[in-house]
Nanobody, 122 residues
Framework: QVQLVESGGGLVQAGGALRLSCAAS????????MGWFRRAPGKEREFVAS????????YYANSVKGRFTISRDNAKNTVYLQMNSLKPEDTAVYYC???????????????WGKGTLVTVSS
């Protein structure tokens, strides 16, 4: 079992930047992919970005490509999402996700954090 805790959400103006963090604990497996998903108000959950735990492979939704960067620090069991040039449509609850695979692409795994709210004002 893995517990995921997000942090770093908040209120920013359009064009601003924010960095989300996801800390993982539980130590039930050593190799897994992690990613970020989001749910905007009144919309379905969508994939944002993912990263293989040890392979260094990243994936991005087209809507965030070039603006968001996913990274990880294996020593800290933490995954980050650097969000630049934020747009109002980026407003959503962002969820950290873990998959019991080395490379998940846009497919979510079984482990979810509780989410952190990002609000981008116009």
């Amino acid at each position: 079992q893995v517990q995921l805790v997000e942090s770093g959400g908040g209120l920013v103006q359009a064009g601003g930047a924010l960095r989300l963090s996801c800390a993982a604990s539980g130590r039930t497996f050593s190799s897994y992919a992690m990613g970020w998903f989001r749910r905007a108000p009144g919309k379905e959950r969508e994939f944002v970005a993912s990263i293989s735990w040890s392979g260094g492979i990243t994936y991005y939704a087209n809507s965030v490509k070039g603006r968001f960067t996913i990274s990880r620090d294996n020593a800290k069991n933490t995954v980050y999402l650097q969000m630049n040039s934020l747009k109002p449509e980026d407003t959503a609850v962002y969820y950290c996700n873990g998959a019991r695979v080395k490379d998940a692409g846009p497919t979510p795994g079984n482990y979810w954090g509780k989410g952190t709210l990002v609000t981008v004002s116009s």
